[in-house]
């Protein structure tokens, strides 16, 4: 079975620091991969995602992510956080035979000034 | 017009209303779908629509009915809910291409639902 794991449920990081958020996949089959964003009382904005290709993965706002095979990791990434950064963050992967896409639990991501 | 709209934002319903959720989209999009969200939660996938016909209903109640009357709209008819169906629910929508597994899905603002 696919699945998707962010393993922290919270990050802090104050202003102008690098951000990471964590996440690691289990699916047979190649994966692609998703990177969403959710701030309150809003619905999903897509961020990023892997498909093939170059492992660093450029998206919206300045994020980046970085797909790592022998890890199985995909960790979002971005050198210096704004306190506007501060949201809801959801990796999700999808095989590449199915068409159902799979949310990781959410990452609550908190920038300080 | 890339956005995808739902309306209304906020509903209220007693267990023996009916009501519906609407989701409008004119990006062209053939996939659109309808997830449920708790709060802190990630969404959970109800339905989807692919060329206007139900390819996926993850084993939702009856109580909840979705209809597709053409290529931009999705509706979702409620009777009889209970209070746990309270959430947030979210529409969304993605291109159907060859190899469309990949193609990423837009979402809707969403409807916040309380159930009395």
């Known amino acids: 079975a696919q699945s998707v794991a962010q393993p922290e449920d919270q990050v802090n990081v104050a202003e102008g620091n690098p951000l990471t958020v964590k996440c690691t996949y289990s699916?047979?089959?190649?994966?692609?991969l998703f990177w969403y964003v959710q701030y309150p009382n809003r619905g999903l904005q897509f961020l990023l995602k892997y498909i093939t290709g170059d492992n660093l993965v450029k998206g919206s706002y300045g994020f980046e992510a970085e797909f790592n095979k022998s890890q199985t990791s995909f960790h979002l990434k971005k050198p210096s956080a704004l306190v506007s950064d501060s949201a809801l963050y959801f990796c999700a992967v999808i095989r590449s035979s199915a068409s159902k896409i799979i949310f990781g639990s959410g990452t609550r991501l908190s920038i300080r000034p | 017009d890339t956005e995808v709209t739902q309306t209304p934002k906020h509903l209220v319903m007693g267990m023996t209303n009916k009501k519906s959720l609407k989701c409008e989209q004119h990006m062209g999009h053939r996939a659109m779908y309808w997830y449920k969200q708790k709060a802190k939660k990630p969404p959970e996938l109800m339905f989807v629509?692919?060329?206007?016909?139900?390819?996926i209903n993850e084993s939702v109640p009856s109580r909840f009915s979705p209809e597709c009357p053409n290529s931009s709209l999705l509706n979702l008819h409620l009777h009889a809910l209970q209070p746990e169906d309270s959430a947030l629910y979210l529409c969304?929508?993605?291109?159907?291409?060859?190899?469309?597994?990949?193609?990423?899905?837009?979402f809707g603002p969403g409807t916040r639902l309380t159930v009395l």
């Open positions: 699916v047979s089959g190649n994966p692609y």
């Open positions: 629509y692919s060329y206007e016909k139900l390819s």
């Open positions: 969304a929508s993605s291109p159907l291409t060859s190899g469309s597994s990949y193609n990423e899905q837009f």
